[in-house]
């Protein structure tokens, strides 16, 4: 069943693309039966050239290749490129392709980032298939072995196996990927971790299983994310924790930003934080894209930001762990992009300029009207 805690399994941090790139495009030239690949962003480069190549000679050998792209996130890839892996033999299908006469629907999107390799390993985070992540931003991925990868097979295998994508890859291509090959880590004591995931307005675990930890959490609660938009009841429960005592600390993009009208939306709900005791922190080197929290020994990471899209509209998948060791080494990575970072004072954040209070209003109205579009 989807959505249970399971024991057994081995999660390796992977921050920064020069760690994850190396490691997920090895299990690729590695695969022997077969690759899933779910992707948001797509375009046409050096990054997706490299994949291509890769996923091309996996076919070759004979491994079944399913990639799964969102059909808006992946508008910046080519014809060429799409002929290329279909040519190779890589069943390619497109999630909710944009279509006028669907209004709304076409909102709801694939957000999710997957990689599993002969259903034994796998990889999730905030990465996609665009340049940026080679170095531009700064990102963070999860590498995951044991029973956990059966549910990300699972959870690939519902959105491919539907109506709601389509392509040239045949439906049934994913019936036949073995998920009996996963391994129960021993030989060390393994972590025990599950698969949460949200799908828009029906679904939406990962953001119950937030507020949770945002309402239960005893000691910290420190949250990554690159696009801080949050509803109305997760800012009530971040200030609440921070006024019980918990130390509640937000790593945010700053002004290094692919959307700054984003940023500046949600740098409206900074001075109602602030006063309730909330630290926020900018971080400064470059655009930090990554998607984290850590609430005192648990640990979720994964695809979903904290705005209205991730939280309430789209497909969205995190890996969540539980166990002191990961949770300390996860801690240990805050601290580091804390140091990189400007921690934005209550003070500081009265004297603001009346220019930055205006952009906080109009994209602040901005966002208001977008979110009352579904
Ligand atoms: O939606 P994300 O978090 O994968 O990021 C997407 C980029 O921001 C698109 O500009």
């Given at each position: 069943m989807l959505g249970?805690?399971?024991?057994?399994?081995?999660?390796?941090?992977l921050p920064e693309g020069a760690r994850f790139l190396p490691s997920m495009l090895e299990a690729v030239e590695g695969a022997r039966h077969s690759i899933l690949l779910e992707l948001y962003l797509a375009e046409s480069g050096h990054l997706s050239r490299v994949l291509i190549e890769a996923l091309s000679a996996a076919c070759q050998r004979g491994v079944n290749v399913l990639v799964l792209l969102d059909g808006f996130g992946s508008l910046g890839l080519e014809e060429a490129d799409r002929q290329r892996m279909?040519?190779?033999g890589i069943a390619l299908r497109f999630y909710n392709p944009i279509r006028w006469w669907r209004f709304g629907r076409n909102l709801t999107r694939d957000h999710r980032k997957l990689l599993v390799v002969d259903g034994e390993v796998g990889f999730t985070g905030g990465f996609?298939?665009?340049d940026e992540f080679a170095e531009a931003w700064s990102e963070v991925a999860i590498r995951i072995e044991?029973?956990?990868i059966r549910d990300w097979v699972r959870l690939f295998a519902r959105v491919w196996d539907s109506a709601a994508s389509e392509g040239q890859g045949r439906r049934e291509a994913v019936r036949s990927v073995n998920i009996n090959a996963v391994n129960v880590v021993t030989g060390?004591?393994?972590m025990r971790g599950r698969v949460v995931w949200g799908h828009g307005f029906r679904y939406q675990a990962i953001r119950h299983s937030l507020q949770h930890q945002a309402s239960s959490t005893r000691k910290r609660l420190w949250i990554c994310t690159p696009y801080f938009v949050p509803t109305f009841s997760m800012r009530r429960r971040l200030k609440r924790a921070a006024r019980r005592g918990v130390d509640v600390q937000l790593l945010i993009a700053g002004q290094h930003h692919d959307h700054p009208g984003v940023r500046s939306a949600g740098q409206r709900f900074y001075a109602s934080l602030l006063k309730a005791g909330v630290r926020i922190h900018e971080f400064q080197p470059r655009f930090l894209h990554a998607k984290f929290s850590l609430a005192d020994d648990w640990v979720t990471l994964g695809s979903c930001n904290f705005d209205h899209w991730s939280l309430q509209w789209n497909l969205e998948a995190n890996q969540e762990v539980q166990d002191h060791r990961f949770a300390a080494e996860v801690a240990g990575l805050f601290e580091q992009h804390f140091a990189r970072s400007v921690e934005i004072t209550r003070a500081a954040w009265q004297r603001r300029s009346l220019a930055q209070r205006c952009r906080?209003?109009?994209y602040g109205t901005l966002d208001s009207l977008v979110t009352r579009l579904r």
């Open positions: 249970m805690w399971r024991s057994g399994n081995r999660f390796t941090l279909t040519e190779a996609g298939a665009v044991g029973p956990c060390y004591l393994g906080e209003w109009g």
